[in-house]
């Protein structure tokens, strides 16, 4: 049985005196709070909040993360500890809702705070709730989403059923919250068209922040069909765990799922492989620890977020753009953006297939709504180049806007070769820019949410 957890939105304005500034500016802070376990009044109750600040003139921070401690009975407080960037320094915002009988509204709708920077207090202010325009969105804003206990495991087992012309792919790609590197590991089975045995190879490529990615590859080596994963000579995969080899480099890392499988095509596609190809996500999002060697070191990595995903298809797209964007907060957006390689469909312009994991839920509920459309609402549509690509749509009441810049000196060109013997070159990035916008209609467009990702988003354009 799986629990239930609680999340909600919390909208709160005010205003701030920095230090050393004569005048107070106004404030605004957006939070998403997460609860793994049921909110109850009586008990405390510690939350995880991500967000955005925004300090007229001075700061506006789209990615805050920080902790609400939810107390009203048994400590009397619901108190506010997060940090957020002001023009390049670290802030940490603290402050509580002091809980009173005699003035319960007063109490529960006033924070008075402190702004602190490494230790030493450099601002206050108090934000307040607006109770008359805000009560009723923050009440309607309530999830109880069931949080099931992540398992990538069942994902990771071989497709390949011995047909030939078939491809199967395991990657998984990184960034390294320290050094701002990316990382990237591919690991494959070709089934040759011809009948031949099928091979295993793959490759690691790193994308340092000050200097230009490098790669090196590995295999191709007999494919032996383990149960659990993907082996080839001393590269492995297994449930929680990524080992291997290629050229200078070498990798021991530990994977923790941190949400459920997303299924970026339909789902029936991945259990009946009627498509050209199939994509998922074992898990939305995960955790990875451990180190990587390469040529100029080694890097060491602690809780790095990322993804693993897998391909089961006949080989590659004529051309396709890719995005796996890490939001924050638990939350997701994935890409894929296709032209098929069968006679007749590679006329077609791109077919989309987008996920937005957001609070619990993926948008557009189904996958095939973003590549055909229906009930009114036009295709998804892609703009695939480089170094900028673009994805925009509209699915029921939301629309959104999908920017992606992969930076030349930052992107990696490696070539694939299908199980027909034809040829692919795709251009990876795993330190892209990406901007993304999100709308809602209430009567016209207006903003629902936006993120912006510099240096942390892995995409890929490929053609042929």
Same mark, same amino acid.
């Given at each position: 049985?799986?629990?239930?957890?609680?999340?909600?939105?919390?909208?709160?304005?005010?205003?701030?005196?920095?230090?050393?500034?004569?005048?107070?500016?106004?404030?605004?802070?957006?939070?998403?709070?997460?609860?793994?376990?049921?909110?109850?009044?009586?008990?405390?109750?510690?939350?995880?909040?991500?967000?955005?600040?925004?300090?007229?003139?001075?700061?506006?921070?789209?990615?805050?993360?920080?902790?609400?401690?939810?107390?009203?009975?048994?400590?009397?407080?619901?108190?506010?500890?997060?940090?957020?960037?002001?023009?390049?320094?670290?802030?940490?915002?603290? +402050? *509580?809702?002091?809980?009173?009988?005699?003035?319960?509204?007063?109490?529960?709708?006033?924070?008075?705070?402190?702004?602190?920077?490494?230790g030493a207090p450099v601002g206050a202010g108090?934000?307040?709730?607006?109770?008359?325009?805000?009560?009723?969105?923050?009440?309607? +804003?309530?999830?109880?989403?069931?949080?099931?206990?992540?398992?990538?495991?069942?994902?990771?087992?071989?497709? !390949?059923?011995?047909?030939?012309?078939?491809?199967?792919? *395991?990657?998984?790609?990184?960034?390294?919250?320290?050094?701002?590197?990316?990382?990237?590991?591919?690991?494959?089975?070709?089934?040759?068209?011809? +009948?031949?045995?099928?091979?295993?190879? $793959?490759?690691?490529?790193?994308?340092?922040?000050?200097?230009?990615?490098?790669?090196?590859?590995?295999?191709?080596?007999?494919?032996?069909?383990?149960?659990? +994963?993907?082996?080839?000579?001393?590269?492995?995969?297994?449930?929680?765990?990524?080992?291997?080899?290629?050229?200078?480099?070498? *990798?021991?890392?530990?994977?923790?799922?941190? $949400?459920?499988?997303?299924?970026?095509?339909?789902?029936?596609?991945?259990?009946?492989?009627?498509?050209?190809?199939?994509?998922?996500?074992?898990?939305?999002?995960?955790?990875?620890?451990?180190?990587?060697?390469?040529?100029?070191?080694?890097?060491?990595?602690?809780?790095?977020?990322?993804?693993?995903?897998?391909?089961?298809?006949?080989?590659?797209?004529?051309?396709?753009?890719?995005?796996?964007?890490?939001?924050?907060?638990?939350?997701?957006?994935?890409?894929?953006?296709?032209?098929?390689?069968?006679?007749?469909?590679?006329?077609?312009?791109?077919?989309?297939?987008?996920?937005?994991?957001?609070?619990?839920?993926?948008?557009?509920?189904?996958?095939?709504?973003?590549?055909?459309?229906?009930?009114?609402? $036009?295709?998804?549509?892609?703009?695939?180049?480089?170094?900028? !690509?673009?994805?925009?749509?509209?699915?029921?009441?939301?629309?959104?806007?999908?920017?992606?810049?992969q930076p030349p000196d930052a992107t990696l060109?490696?070539?694939?070769?299908?199980?027909d013997g034809s040829t692919a070159v795709c251009?990876?990035?795993?330190?892209?820019?990406?901007?993304?916008?999100?709308?809602?209609? !209430?009567?016209?467009?207006?903003?629902?949410?936006?993120?912006?990702?510099?240096?942390?988003?892995?995409?890929?354009?490929?053609?042929?």
């Amino acid at each position: 049985m799986t629990a239930r957890g609680t999340l909600f939105r919390e909208t709160m304005r005010g205003r701030v005196r920095l230090a050393g500034e004569a005048a107070d500016r106004p404030v605004r802070l957006d939070l998403l709070a997460r609860c793994d376990g049921l909110l109850l009044p009586h008990r405390t109750t510690r939350a995880r909040l991500t967000g955005r600040v925004r300090i007229a003139g001075r700061a506006d921070d789209p990615r805050i993360t920080g902790e609400l401690e939810i107390s009203p009975l048994a400590r009397r407080r619901i108190r506010y500890r997060l940090g957020f960037d002001l023009e390049g320094r670290r802030l940490l915002l603290d +402050g *509580w809702k002091s809980v009173s009988a005699t003035r319960p509204l007063t109490s529960l709708t006033v924070l008075p705070y402190t702004l602190y920077e490494d230790g030493a207090p450099v601002g206050a202010g108090t934000l307040r709730f607006p109770l008359v325009t805000g009560l009723l969105p923050f009440l309607a +804003g309530f999830r109880f989403p069931r949080a099931p206990r992540p398992d990538a495991g069942p994902h990771l087992a071989p497709r !390949w059923d011995g047909t030939p012309g078939r491809t199967e792919v *395991w990657y998984t790609t990184l960034t390294d919250p320290a050094s701002g590197s990316g990382l990237w590991l591919h690991h494959e089975v070709v089934a040759p068209h011809d +009948g031949t045995p099928a091979y295993a190879h $793959g490759w690691a490529a790193l994308f340092p922040k000050d200097g230009p990615p490098a790669h090196a590859r590995f295999g191709p080596t007999p494919w032996t069909g383990p149960a659990d +994963g993907f082996t080839a000579g001393d590269t492995r995969i297994a449930p929680g765990h990524l080992t291997g080899s290629a050229g200078p480099f070498t *990798w021991a890392l530990t994977e923790q799922p941190q $949400g459920p499988p997303l299924h970026t095509f339909p789902r029936w596609s991945w259990r009946r492989p009627r498509l050209p190809a199939a994509h998922m996500l074992p898990a939305t999002r995960a955790h990875y620890s451990g180190t990587v060697r390469h040529a100029g070191g080694e890097l060491r990595i602690t809780a790095a977020p990322g993804a693993s995903a897998r391909i089961y298809g006949h080989g590659n797209a004529r051309r396709w753009a890719w995005l796996h964007a890490d939001l924050g907060g638990g939350d997701v957006l994935e890409i894929v953006a296709a032209v098929p390689h069968r006679r007749g469909l590679d006329r077609l312009p791109p077919l989309v297939f987008l996920r937005l994991y957001r609070d619990g839920r993926t948008w557009p509920r189904r996958a095939e709504r973003t590549a055909v459309g229906w009930a009114g609402a $036009g295709r998804f549509r892609a703009d695939i180049g480089l170094p900028r !690509w673009r994805v925009r749509g509209r699915a029921g009441l939301r629309r959104i806007t999908v920017t992606v810049t992969q930076p030349p000196d930052a992107t990696l060109a490696l070539g694939y070769t299908d199980p027909d013997g034809s040829t692919a070159v795709c251009r990876n990035s795993e330190r892209a820019d990406a901007d993304i916008h999100l709308e809602r209609w !209430w009567g016209h467009w207006r903003p629902e949410a936006a993120w912006r990702l510099s240096g942390t988003a892995h995409a890929e354009v490929g053609d042929r």
